[in-house]
């Protein structure tokens, strides 16, 4: 393993180059070092970006100013009703509430969002500096219930508490106080709950569009485009359905606990991913008619894809692809989707990656590709350039690095505009690919390949 000053000497044991060190694990799931610079996002982020979908709901973050504007509109998770997500609020914590404590405040905040809304539902953040100065925000959320009769829900997420993945669990929580300590015994037949897709671009409807087509009714798409009417519904469904496992499997265990629900993990990430995943379903919901209408779809999609596809792999085959994403299922499948376009992918990163998805990672890797975890900008740099890389793929925070090194990239996250789910996702997916690769802007990109 290369081990240049860029890597901190604390640092090596999460990064290994697959071939080189054979049967050396890495590092993962652990906190990030002090001082790394880690591209991970904070545990209060971690949580926002799972409940903020909830569309009719409002989110006030108590805390200051900037831990607000990190995450208003962080993600451009569509709705089919509600706009109320799109506002932020904050309780815009000063030095004075720090020394006297911010209770009363947020009690204040409560009051004048209830007055002006009259939402049914309100989250209520506790970030670093409620953690530091203590703030009894259950407290306040349990009174604020009493008084107003709507559902006030604590997300204890400040953000030194852990990391993006503490910020998963502690949504998964909220949401989990929301739907209730009930056990739902009666389940209507052929529902789901759709968990981890947070329609960024439409892809919890492409999948709600194939999911009715085999006879398949979605209850409640957590979070992507959720209410609180379909939330509170979500117990009653017969299976749950899991995209991003990172941030939705503690959910789906919750249920399975409380309410009796199983659940599947999938992947809509590239055609292969989107078959096996249709198949999966059709297949746990057990019905002739259902696996007969899915078997037609997948046919008659197949069809419409493959070909547009060839198109795009033969102008990006042979190209370097490096991945640097959240979570562990999605770099996976991006693995699988670079393979089918003949592209060849060198490194593989994730912020919230666990040991089973790295083995995995490692299983489909070609020999001489760099994976690593909860990296820095300083180590993804080094090692997308070692290896010569064409593209990077990552969200919003990786955009500049790949500018800056002259190399091309794609958002697989935050502020894209195209679904990459389903069989049209992955069309969009390869055609973003030839674009971004072929763009003529590289022609005048000076010292490529060169240190910043
Ligand atoms: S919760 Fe803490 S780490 Fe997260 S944005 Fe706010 S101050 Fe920063």
């Known amino acids: ?6 890597i901190l000497d604390s640092r090596k044991s999460f990064i290994i180059e697959k071939g080189v060190a054979a049967g050396a694990t890495i590092d993962c799931d652990k906190e990030s070092l002090s001082g790394a610079v880690s591209q991970r996002a904070c545990v209060y982020c971690g949580a926002r970006v799972v409940l903020n979908p909830i569309t009719d709901a409002v989110h006030i ?19 089919s009703d509600s706009e109320m997500y799109r506002n932020s609020f ?3 914590l000063r030095e004075k509430d720090i020394i006297f404590g911010g209770e009363t405040k947020l009690a204040k905040a409560i009051e004048e969002v209830y007055s002006a809304y009259h939402p049914k539902i309100i989250f209520v953040y506790a970030t670093c500096v409620v953690g530091v100065i203590g703030d009894d925000v259950d407290a306040v959320c349990k009174l604020a219930e009493q008084t107003y009769n709507l559902r006030v829900i604590p997300v204890k997420s400040p953000g030194f508490t852990g990391n993006k993945r503490t910020g998963y669990k502690m949504a998964c929580m909220a949401l989990m106080q929301l739907m209730g300590d009930e056990p739902h015994e009666e ?19 492409i999948i709600q569009k194939y999911l009715r087509e085999m006879g398949i009714r979605v209850i409640s798409t957590i979070t992507g485009d959720a209410s609180y009417s379909t939330l509170i519904n979500a117990p009653k469904a017969s299976y749950n359905v899991v ?17 009796g629900i199983p659940f599947e993990k999938v992947r809509f990430l590239g055609v292969d991913e989107t078959v096996k995943a249709l198949r999966k379903i059709a297949y746990l919901v057990g019905d002739t008619k259902v696996i007969e209408r899915t078997n037609a779809l997948i046919e008659r999609e197949m069809k419409k894809t493959h070909e547009r596809l060839e198109t795009y792999k033969k102008k990006v085959a042979g190209k370097k692809a490096a991945i640097y994403v959240g979570g562990g299922f999605k770099a996976i499948a991006l693995i699988k989707q670079f393979r089918n376009l003949g592209m060849h992918v060198v490194v593989v990163g994730t912020q919230t990656g666990d040991s089973e998805e ?15 975890d909860d ?4 180590e993804l740099q080094k090692f997308a350039m070692d290896k010569q890389a064409d593209l990077l793929v990552g969200g919003v925070k990786e955009r500049p690095l790949a500018y800056k090194l002259g190399m091309a990239f794609i958002d697989h ?15 969009n997916f390869a055609k973003e690919v030839d674009m971004t690769l072929n763009s003529p802007v590289w022609h005048y990109v000076k010292n490529k390949n060169k240190t910043i």
């Open 90 to 92: 904050s309780t815009d």
């Open 413 to 427: 996250n935050h502020e894209r505009k195209h679904a990459l789910s389903g069989f049209e996702g992955a069309v």
């Open 243 to 259: 995209q991003c496992a990172g941030s939705m499997t503690y959910l789906a265990k919750q249920m399975k606990k409380t309410y």
């Open 187 to 205: 389940k209507i037949p052929y529902t789901i709950n759709y968990l981890g897709d947070f329609n960024l671009a439409a892809e919890a409807w």
């Open 1 to 6: 393993m290369p081990s240049e000053h860029v």
């Open 61 to 79: 973050v108590h805390g200051p100013i900037g831990c607000a504007s990190y995450t208003w509109d962080i993600r451009g998770s569509l709705s």
């Open 358 to 372: 790295y083995a995995m990672i490692r299983r489909l890797t070609e020999d001489g590709t760099v994976i690593l």
């Open 375 to 378: 990296a820095n900008p300083s």
